[in-house]
């Protein structure tokens, strides 16, 4: 069993930045991918960032230029900096894997990032 632990989310000024993190623990197998979602109130879940094993990147075009995935394969951590955040940007953002060759899918509690304008 995986668990995430999401953390980085808060309160920020548009233009502002900020840092979440994604911590996976208990039974990891290699990790094929890690992801960023993101749920503003009324709205469909949404990919915001994926980074794969081999390291390649895709955004969604809203995001493109602003924020930046990462990951450390030996912390088996993920990381989206997030800069020049605009209110649109406001939503509870979730941490999703997927690992070992059954392709499991784990989620995060997920962590509040408010943008005000």
């Known amino acids: 069993q995986v668990q995430l632990v999401e953390s980085g989310g808060g309160v920020v000024q548009a233009g502002g930045s900020l840092r979440l993190s994604c911590a996976a623990s208990?039974?990891?197998?290699?990790?094929?991918?890690m992801g960023w979602y993101r749920q503003a109130p009324g709205k469909q879940r949404e990919l915001v960032a994926l980074?794969?094993?081999?390291?390649?990147?895709n955004y969604t075009d809203s995001v493109k230029g602003r924020f930046t995935i990462s990951r450390d394969n030996a912390k088996n951590t993920a990381y989206l900096q997030m800069n020049n955040l605009k209110p649109e940007d406001t939503a509870v953002y979730y941490c999703?894997?997927?690992?070992?060759?059954?392709?499991?899918?784990?989620w995060g509690q997920g962590t509040q990032v408010t943008v005000s304008s």
């Open positions: 999703k894997i997927e690992s070992g060759v059954l392709r499991l899918i784990s």
């Open positions: 208990g039974t990891i197998f290699s990790i094929n991918s």
């Open positions: 980074i794969n094993l081999s390291g390649s990147t």
